[in-house]
């Protein structure tokens, strides 16, 4: 089983900043891609931001600029610095993990985590 918790959701003013950290746990060998996702009330879950295990980055238009997703290898975690936040920010944000369990195994699992929720508002 992999498990993956995200954590630093919460509600912030438009312009502020939040840091969404995810770690994930369980039976692995290898984390290949890692990214965010999110879904706001009513609409479609979309892509934020993704990283390759080299370190190479992906973002939606709409964040360019303004988010910045990082990850430590070691510790199989994957973050986002969320910076100028604007009310449209506001969604249900997924961590999203492609887990390789074990070196015998070529094939991965695409793992969710329960998802934070960002609220942004005055």
């Known amino acids: 089983q992999v498990q993956l918790m995200e954590s630093g959701g919460g509600l912030v003013q438009p312009g502020g900043s939040l840091r969404l950290s995810c770690a994930a746990s369980?039976?692995?060998?290898?984390?290949?891609?890692m990214g965010w996702y999110r879904q706001a009330p009513g609409k479609e879950r979309e892509l934020v931001a993704d990283?390759?295990?080299?370190?190479?980055?992906n973002y939606a238009d709409s964040v360019k600029g303004r988010f910045t997703i990082s990850r430590d290898n070691a510790k199989n975690t994957v973050n986002l610095q969320m910076n100028s936040l604007k009310p449209e920010d506001t969604a249900v944000y997924y961590c999203?993990?492609?887990?390789?369990?074990?070196?015998?195994?070529?094939?991965?699992?695409?793992?969710w985590g329960q998802g934070t929720l960002v609220t942004v508002s005055s």
């Open positions: 999203n993990a492609d887990v390789r369990r074990s070196a015998y195994v070529v094939g991965t699992l695409n793992t």
């Open positions: 369980g039976t692995i060998f290898r984390i290949n891609n």
């Open positions: 990283i390759t295990r080299s370190g190479n980055t």
